[in-house]
């Protein structure tokens, strides 16, 4: 069964550009017809799905991060990566990532990481 796993900074400042990479196990992430997606869920709030790549390299954000984030992966080490710019306190949260057959938070998510906390502060 595929395992994700995220890593990163839990602190980042005000400004800065948040990184965050999502190990996938015992799967690969060039498997036909499945996304890589980013879900994040601030303090007190819903998830919120940021954006995902797909098995062919093909990338998807959400319109109401205004061109912040960006996605890439690396195949040889299964892993994707979320960067995320300019990020403020409000960028605070949990995140995940996770794997469905399609991109945005209309889809079922079958796998998830355990999610990592990132708070933004200086």
């Known amino acids: 069964q595929v395992q994700l796993q995220e890593s990163g900074p839990g602190l980042v400042k005000p400004s800065q550009t948040l990184s965050l990479t999502c190990t996938v196990s015992a799967g690969s992430i060039t498997t036909t017809y499945y996304y890589w997606s980013w879900i994040r869920q601030p303090p007190g709030k819903g998830l919120e799905w940021m954006g995902a790549i797909g098995y062919d390299g093909s990338t998807y954000y959400s319109p109401s991060l205004k061109s912040r984030p960006s996605i890439s992966r690396d195949t040889p080490k299964s892993q994707f990566t979320l960067q995320l710019k300019s990020v403020t306190p409000e960028d605070t949260a949990v995140y995940y990532c996770?794997?469905?057959?399609?991109?945005?938070?209309?889809?079922?998510?079958?796998?998830w990481g355990q999610g990592t906390q990132v708070t933004v502060s200086s």
């Open positions: 996770a794997r469905a057959h399609g991109w945005g938070p209309q889809y079922e998510y079958d796998s």
